[in-house]
């Protein structure tokens, strides 16, 4: 299986993103409930549930893409889902570095590093 690496990559993305996206759908009010306090102090005191609803716009698409990436690569080596898959998890990611920087929690920031590398590969890989 010559795509093994960017299939296992976007397996390990569409996890990600899919289950994160999960996470906030179905517990909308407990991630409110905890982002809300952590933002108080920054000038996205009153915009946490409208910046949390691109977020995870993001990440679903990220997610969605990244299963059809895997599907396409498999079925005719294509490419172009998995790719864009890559991009918006990279932006996703981002995303949460701002936020994370934004409240100044370097460890939370450190962890979202971690997760950048992989979605960087993937962009390479893929493009």
């Given at each position: 299986?010559?795509?093994?690496?960017?299939?296992?990559?976007?397996?390990?993305?569409?996890?990600?993103?899919?289950?994160?996206?999960?996470?906030?759908?179905f517990?909308?009010?407990?991630?409110?409930?905890?982002?809300?306090?952590?933002?108080?102090?920054?000038?996205?005191?009153?915009?946490?549930?409208?910046?949390?609803?691109?977020?995870?716009?993001?990440?679903?698409?990220a997610?969605?893409?990244?299963?059809?990436?895997?599907?396409?690569?498999?079925?005719?080596?294509?490419?172009?889902?998995?790719?864009y898959?890559a991009?918006?998890?990279?932006?996703?990611?981002?995303?949460?570095?701002?936020?994370?920087?934004?409240?100044?929690?370097?460890?939370g920031?450190?962890?979202?590093?971690?997760?950048?590398?992989?979605?960087?590969?993937?962009?390479?890989?893929?493009?």
């Amino acid at each position: 299986m010559n795509n093994a690496t960017s299939i296992l990559l976007l397996v390990f993305l569409a996890i990600t993103f899919i289950m994160s996206s999960h996470e906030k759908i179905f517990h909308w009010k407990d991630t409110m409930a905890w982002l809300i306090p952590v933002f108080e102090k920054t000038f996205l005191k009153n915009m946490v549930p409208f910046a949390t609803g691109i977020l995870l716009l993001v990440e679903l698409i990220a997610g969605i893409l990244c299963v059809l990436g895997c599907l396409e690569l498999y079925i005719n080596g294509g490419r172009e889902f998995g790719f864009y898959g890559a991009v918006f998890s990279c932006v996703s990611l981002l995303l949460m570095l701002f936020g994370q920087r934004l409240v100044k929690d370097y460890e939370g920031a450190k962890t979202i590093a971690i997760y950048f590398v992989p979605a960087v590969l993937g962009v390479y890989l893929l493009g």
